[in-house]
């Protein structure tokens, strides 16, 4: 069966840095579009950054844009997202995602379980 | 950059129907999904492409989606199917291309 398990959340200061992981099986992991996905405490779903199945295409948020960096090992079936200069706003749930479809962007049809992370002083 | 307008909250008694709408420019044209999260949980894929239901997903979920707006809508609601609901959609024209909707609080009541 499809797991999806991020691992990485947690408390970091304002400027801080984080590295999001999300160790994939139970599907060909190179074979499929990834995505994170936040959730601010008590908001909606916000998308965060999307790779490609090979790493060849990325696109990211206006809010996140300069400043995360999503990448992928397909030999280790591992999604990143690497998040420097945190900002209070970026406290959220951060969720993997996996595309339905390989090749083809959205919907998604699984996704993890979410790890928070906490910006705070 | 593309903006998909829901509104907040659908109250709904046991056995009725709900109508939950997601609007945006002209969003016939694109690919609408929903997805239905509980609190604590992550979402859940309800329906996809406008009107498709993944397997496992009741026939009381339904989509429909012309024009301006998409529709998710749940027969014979039950008590179950309380939850916030999102439209997602991909905006292919766009730097930054995924778009989820604000999202709707449906309460059964």
């Known amino acids: 069966q499809v797991q999806l398990v991020e691992s990485g959340g947690g408390v970091v200061q304002p400027g801080g840095s984080l590295r999001l992981s999300c160790a994939a099986s139970g599907f060909t992991f190179s074979s499929y579009g990834m995505h994170w996905v936040r959730q601010a405490p008590g908001k909606g779903l916000e998308w965060v950054a999307f790779?490609?199945?090979?790493?060849?295409?990325?696109y990211y948020a206006d809010s996140v844009k300069g400043r995360f960096t999503i990448s992928r090992d397909n030999s280790k079936n591992t999604l990143y997202l690497q998040m420097n200069s945190l900002r209070a706003e970026d406290t959220a749930v951060y969720y993997c995602?996996?595309?339905?479809?390989?090749?083809?962007?959205?919907?998604?049809?699984?996704w993890g379980q979410g790890t928070l992370v906490t910006v705070s002083s | 950059s593309y903006v998909l307008t829901q509104p907040p909250s659908v109250s709904v008694a046991p056995g009725q129907t709900a109508r939950i709408t997601c609007g945006g420019n002209?969003?016939?044209?694109?690919?609408v999904h929903w997805y239905q999260q509980k609190p604590g949980q992550a979402p859940v894929l309800v329906v996809y492409?406008?009107?498709d239901r993944p397997s496992g997903i009741p026939e009381r979920f339904s989509g429909s989606n012309s024009g301006n707006t998409a529709t998710l809508t749940i027969s014979r609601v039950e008590a179950g199917d309380e939850a916030d609901y999102y439209c997602q959609v991909w905006d292919s024209s766009s730097d930054h291309p995924e778009v989820f909707g604000t999202g709707t609080k449906v309460t059964v009541l």
């Open positions: 002209n969003i016939g044209s694109k690919s």
């Open positions: 492409d406008d009107s």
């Open positions: 790779i490609r199945y090979d790493g060849s295409n990325k």
């Open positions: 995602a996996k595309d339905q479809f390989s090749g083809v962007i959205l919907p998604f049809d699984y």
